[in-house]
């Protein structure tokens, strides 16, 4: 498959329990993204990682919330003491950045399918 | 902040007709314009991009859009929609912010296509 790969593609918690939620990017790309898509919202941004490193982590909503990504390949997303407003969709983007004579050139993320988190 | 706005929350066309839904961004800067097409149980799909020259795109599937700098739009318009074209879109814009791009989107536009 040379798509975004997220798993699982649904996850059913008890409030309170620890979740982790896996995203394997296209292989080579630099960039990887957490989005979270509440019901009837669009996408809204998470975290940001540039290989290993987590540049832009301004979306995460709380400290319960936390990514990694220590290889600079799969990165997993990880709540913790979950709540019912944590249930969404979890969403994983990943782009290649292109590098040009002017600096870097802005790609389109890929997407993968998502993890619907339900919280119960 | 920055913000993106799509005006129609949910849209119903018989199929053959025209599409045209409307984004607007808010941010006096460079931006890149990209809209996004998710079918039902499918994942994210790029229709179309903007980053610079002709502000008149062209995507996917017989979409194309227009970005209108001096109106912050970035419309998108299909002539003649088909029922295969029921899906959410979603407008997505990067505000240029360092050296990636932090997408902002849109609440995203239910369109229903009735044969």
């Known amino acids: 498959g040379a798509g975004v790969s997220q798993s699982p593609r649904y996850k059913v918690a008890k409030r309170g329990q620890d979740v982790a939620l896996r995203c394997d990017p296209i292989?080579?790309?630099?960039?990887l993204f957490w989005y979270q898509q509440a019901l009837g919202q669009g996408p809204e941004f998470l975290t940001y990682?540039?290989?290993?490193?987590?540049?832009?982590k301004s979306g995460l909503p709380s400290d319960r919330f936390f990514a990694e990504r220590p290889e600079g390949s799969v990165s997993t997303l990880k709540i913790q003491r979950t709540q019912q407003e944590d249930s969404a969709v979890y969403l994983c983007?990943?782009?290649?950045?292109?590098?040009?004579?002017?600096?870097?050139?802005?790609?389109?993320?890929?997407f993968g399918d998502g993890t619907r988190l339900s919280i119960l | 902040a920055q913000s993106v706005s799509q005006h129609n929350h949910h849209v119903i066309l018989s199929e053959a007709a025209s599409l045209e839904l409307g984004c607007n961004y808010s941010?006096?800067?460079?931006?890149?314009l990209f809209w996004y097409v998710q079918y039902p149980g499918q994942h994210l799909q790029l229709l179309l991009k903007?980053?610079?020259?002709?502000?008149l795109v062209k995507g996917i599937k017989g979409f194309e859009a227009e970005f209108i700098k001096s109106k912050f739009s970035f419309n998108l318009r299909k002539p003649s929609v088909q029922w295969s074209d029921t899906a959410e879109y979603f407008c997505?814009?990067?505000?240029?912010?360092?050296?990636?791009?932090?997408?902002?989107f849109g609440i995203g536009t239910k369109l229903q296509v009735i044969p």
């Open positions: 997505a814009v990067t505000f240029h912010s360092g050296g990636y791009q932090k997408v902002t």
């Open positions: 941010y006096g800067g460079t931006v890149n």
């Open positions: 903007y980053f610079s020259g002709d502000p």
């Open positions: 983007a990943s782009s290649l950045p292109k590098r040009t004579g002017l600096g870097w050139a802005r790609q389109p993320q890929h």
């Open positions: 292989s080579g790309h630099v960039s």
């Open positions: 990682f540039q290989n290993e490193a987590q540049l832009d």
